[in-house]
C-alpha cells in the first residue's frame, strides 16, 4: 500500500474494485473458501497412491509431485492435464524437483470445482503411470 507503484494511473484499481464490490466481509469469504478448497484437492490428492503433496496446505497453494521422486513423470502428467483441458496446472521448479503448482483463486471457485479439478488430475496420473 505504501510504494511507489500503486500510486501511478490506475495501478490500484483492481484492488480497490474488489473490495467495493465484495466488502470486507466478502473478501474474507472469498479468501477462506479459496482455502478450504485448496485443503480439499490436497486431502484428494494424498490419497490416491503415487501423488506426493509437498506443502503444507495453509493457504490457497499446492505443490505436487508424481511418481517416485521422478521429474519426468511430473512434467507428462501437467502436459497431460494441460492437453485434456478439465483444469490448468502449471510446472515449476521448487528445490531443485520438477513439481505441478497449484494455485485455487477466482472469486467462482467452490469445492465442488476444486474436486472436480482434483479428479482431473487424477485421471491424468493414472494415466501417465499406467502408459509406463
Not at 480497490?16 to 479459496?34: D, F, K, P, S, Y
Not at 524437483?97 to 465442488?112: D, H, K, N, P, Y
Request: positive net charge; aromatic residues 6%; hydrophobic residues 45%.
Amino acid at each position: 500500500h505504501y510504494v511507489p507503484e500503486l500510486s501511478r494511473r490506475a495501478r490500484g484499481f483492481a484492488t480497490w474494485a474488489i473490495i467495493r464490490h465484495l466488502g470486507r466481509a466478502g473478501l474474507t469469504a472469498m479468501v477462506e473458501r479459496h482455502c478450504a478448497v485448496a485443503s480439499r484437492m490436497a486431502e484428494l490428492l494424498r490419497a490416491e497412491p503415487g501423488i506426493e503433496v509437498l506443502n503444507d496446505v495453509v493457504l490457497n497453494q499446492l505443490i505436487v509431485r508424481f511418481g517416485d521422486d521422478d521429474d519426468a513423470r511430473t512434467k507428462q502428467v501437467i502436459a497431460r492435464i494441460q492437453k485434456d483441458g478439465e483444469c490448468f496446472a502449471g510446472g515449476a521448479l521448487w528445490r531443485g524437483q520438477q513439481v505441478m503448482r497449484l494455485s485455487v483463486i477466482g472469486w467462482e471457485t467452490t469445492i465442488a470445482e476444486g474436486e472436480r479439478a482434483a479428479q482431473a488430475i487424477i485421471r491424468a496420473w493414472r494415466n501417465v503411470h499406467q502408459s509406463g
